[in-house]
């Protein structure tokens, strides 16, 4: 009996070992984007030893071994991957089809509109509260567009009609065009916006220059009235600092700092939208008279500082 159990267990490891293997390997993407690259993994069964890899259209064309390095693809279409694997019993051979999207052009333009259409212009500087219109064209068509100020992916904007935005910057700033086809490939243009910097505003039909000062006085007592003490300008007087803009567009730098009657400094900041909070080591002061220093740079390159007391109340 033990003879025959051996006997069993040998042939079903000879018919194990003595039979063609199966071709079958795993693909990193199915869909690319022109000139992207994919990786290729040999999931192949049989105990094969050869093992014939060809990339239609691909770079390289073909490869002999196991798992061949990344597969690259220059031009789009739809492209076969076969993979033939042998051993001395036979062969077997599978593929599987890899798509290839074109990649896009998008044109970005600052524009004005002229009897209710888009029009070139060449002037790319625009004056302070004053409107830029900017228009993008991407081919091929049915693709989507988006715009990100200055690059930046969080701050998208979603476009107007006819993939065209208003913007109204209050310094230099660079938007970028991204236009996506349906395949998923993305292409860019750049435009910058340049602004003529106003050191002047109109306020009840008088002409005032750009004014940065500080409170006096501030209660942080979290009733929502002056429970910061922050840099102020008349650019943005209302204090509503959620367009974006430092300050109202004036201040690009600053160097804020408090200090105590004894000369510790309890707060500092370079941040134009940050203000203090009255704490110290995340704990409230006491209230006393403080002392500040504010050095800042307006976007049209002046410098200035400013010292100071404060009074802090509860």
Same mark, same amino acid.
């Given at each position: 009996?033990?003879?025959?159990?051996?006997?069993? *267990?040998?042939?079903?490891?000879?018919l194990a070992f003595s039979q063609s293997p199966t071709a079958n390997f795993a693909m990193s993407a199915s869909q690319l984007?022109?000139?992207?690259?994919?990786?290729?993994?040999?999931?192949?069964?049989? #105990?094969?030893?050869?093992?014939?890899?060809?990339? $239609?259209?691909?770079?390289?064309?073909?490869? #002999?071994?196991?798992?061949?390095?990344?597969?690259?693809?220059?031009?789009? =279409? +739809?492209?076969?991957?076969?993979?033939?694997? %042998?051993? +001395?019993?036979?062969? #077997? $051979? &599978?593929?599987?089809?890899?798509?290839?999207?074109?990649?896009?052009?998008?044109?970005?333009?600052?524009?004005?509109?002229?009897? =209710?259409?888009?029009?070139?212009?060449?002037?790319? &500087?625009?004056?302070?509260?004053?409107?830029? /219109?900017?228009?993008?064209?991407?081919?091929?068509?049915?693709?989507?567009?988006?715009?990100?100020?200055?690059?930046?992916?969080?701050?998208?904007?979603?476009?107007?009609?006819?993939? *065209?935005?208003?913007?109204?910057p209050f310094y230099d700033t660079y938007y970028v065009a991204a236009y996506t086809t349906p395949e998923g490939c993305t292409?860019?243009?750049?435009?910058?916006?340049?602004?003529?910097?106003?050191? &002047?505003?109109?306020?009840?039909?008088?002409?005032? =220059?750009?004014?940065?000062?500080?409170?006096? %006085?501030?209660?942080?007592?979290?009733?929502?009235?002056?429970?910061?003490?922050?840099?102020? +300008?008349?650019?943005?007087?209302? $204090?509503?600092?959620?367009?974006?803009?430092?300050?109202?567009?004036?201040?690009?730098?600053?160097?804020?700092?408090?200090?105590?009657?004894?000369?510790?400094?309890?707060?500092?900041?370079?941040?134009?939208?940050?203000?203090?909070?009255?704490? /110290?080591?995340?704990?409230?002061?006491?209230?006393?008279?403080?002392?500040?220093?504010?050095? /800042?740079?307006?976007?049209? =390159?002046? %410098?200035?500082?400013?010292?100071?007391?404060? &009074?802090?109340?509860?």
């Amino acid at each position: 009996m033990r003879f025959i159990a051996f006997f069993i *267990s040998f042939s079903c490891s000879f018919l194990a070992f003595s039979q063609s293997p199966t071709a079958n390997f795993a693909m990193s993407a199915s869909q690319l984007c022109q000139g992207e690259c994919i990786t290729l993994t040999n999931n192949s069964t049989g #105990n094969p030893i050869n093992f014939e890899w060809t990339f $239609q259209n691909g770079t390289p064309e073909s490869y #002999n071994g196991s798992n061949p390095g990344p597969v690259c693809f220059n031009t789009p =279409g +739809t492209y076969t991957i076969t993979l033939t694997v %042998s051993n +001395t019993f036979g062969s #077997n $051979q &599978t593929a599987q089809t890899v798509n290839v999207g074109a990649t896009p052009t998008v044109v970005a333009t600052l524009s004005d509109t002229v009897n =209710g259409a888009y029009v070139e212009i060449d002037d790319t &500087t625009i004056a302070m509260y004053e409107e830029a /219109y900017l228009y993008a064209s991407g081919t091929p068509p049915g693709g989507n567009m988006i715009w990100y100020p200055s690059g930046v992916i969080s701050d998208s904007l979603s476009p107007l009609a006819n993939d *065209s935005l208003i913007v109204t910057p209050f310094y230099d700033t660079y938007y970028v065009a991204a236009y996506t086809t349906p395949e998923g490939c993305t292409s860019y243009d750049t435009i910058l916006v340049s602004v003529w910097f106003q050191d &002047t505003l109109a306020t009840d039909s008088l002409l005032v =220059g750009v004014n940065v000062s500080l409170p006096n %006085s501030f209660s942080p007592n979290g009733d929502g009235q002056n429970d910061l003490f922050r840099v102020l +300008t008349n650019v943005d007087a209302d $204090q509503n600092f959620s367009n974006g803009f430092y300050e109202g567009g004036a201040i690009v730098e600053v160097d804020f700092r408090i200090y105590d009657r004894y000369g510790q400094m309890v707060f500092r900041t370079t941040d134009p939208h940050e203000g203090w909070d009255g704490n /110290y080591k995340n704990k409230p002061v006491n209230p006393a008279t403080y002392s500040y220093l504010l050095e /800042y740079r307006l976007i049209d =390159g002046v %410098s200035k500082l400013l010292k100071g007391n404060v &009074t802090l109340f509860r």
